[in-house]
T-cell receptor, first 113, second 116 residues
Framework: GESVGLHLPTLSVQEGDNSIINCAYSNSASDYFIWYKQESGKGPQFIID?????DKRQGQRVTVLLNKTVKHLSLQIAATQPGDSAVYFC????????????FGKGTMLLVSP | DTGVSQDPRHKITKRGQNVTFRCDPI?????LYWYRQTLGQGPEFLTY????????KSRLLSDRFSAERPKGSFSTLEIQRTEQGDSAMYLC??????????????FGPGTRLTVT
């Protein structure tokens, strides 16, 4: 499949390491944030979300941290696996009633066995 | 498979031709979105439907683009007089509407358009 990762920041880790992917969002009025994973040739896949009234949320092997003071979002992946290799996008939303998402530029995660 | 589906998956067309893409959202979702994604970039919002009503359009959606969702179920995106700059992945997403909140959007596999 065609790569979506050209010219993207890249994080290379070894299998079993913990990964941290960072995102700076643009709008201080954003109140909802999502992390998506996109594999080559596929549509984005939902990973985890967080609302602005929270600063941390945990899922299975993933944790999202939100720092509204500096408009920063991070995705932590525990015990990274080769299947985690993909491009990761953060997206933000202002609840205007329409829920349209604004995506960041993406980070490519490469996991070596 | 009860996810979002899109058809066709790939489309190659000559400049100046019209193309139409179809999206079938998750059946209980009444919100439907179209995005465009170019290589190395995140998806960019194009337009949004709630049921059959088109409620928002991006300035990216030129006059050559039109989207419909006539019965509030599937949606079509038509591009008239295609240009090489239209080459991109066109993604459809759907989400439920639950009062008072934002909810995750589920994406389809996309339609890859190449204009020669």
């Amino acid at each position: 499949g065609e790569s979506v990762g050209l010219h993207l920041p890249t994080l290379s880790v070894q299998e079993g390491d913990n990964s941290i992917i960072n995102c700076a969002y643009s709008n201080s009025a954003s109140d909802y944030f999502i992390w998506y994973k996109q594999e080559s040739g596929k549509g984005p896949q939902f990973i985890i979300d967080i609302r602005s009234n929270m600063d941390k949320r945990q899922g299975q092997r993933v944790t999202v941290l939100l720092n509204k003071t500096v408009k920063h979002l991070s995705l932590q992946i525990a015990a990274t696996q080769p299947g985690d290799s993909a491009v990761y996008f953060c997206a933000e939303n202002i609840f205007s009633g329409y829920s349209t998402l604004t995506f960041g530029k993406g980070t490519m995660l490469l996991v070596s066995p | 498979d009860t996810g979002v589906s899109q058809d066709p998956r790939h489309k190659i067309t000559k400049r100046g031709q019209n193309v139409t893409f179809r999206c079938d959202p998750i059946s209980e979702h009444n919100r439907l979105y179209w995005y465009r994604q170019t290589l190395g970039q995140g998806p960019e919002f194009l337009t949004y439907f709630q049921n059959e009503a088109q409620l928002e359009k991006s300035r990216l959606l030129s006059d050559r683009f039109s989207a419909e969702r006539p019965k509030g179920s599937f949606s079509t995106l038509e591009i008239q007089r295609t240009e090489q700059g239209d080459s991109a992945m066109y993604l459809c997403a759907s989400s439920p509407e639950i009062a008072g909140g934002n909810y995750e959007q589920y994406f389809g596999p996309g339609t890859r358009l190449t204009v020669t």
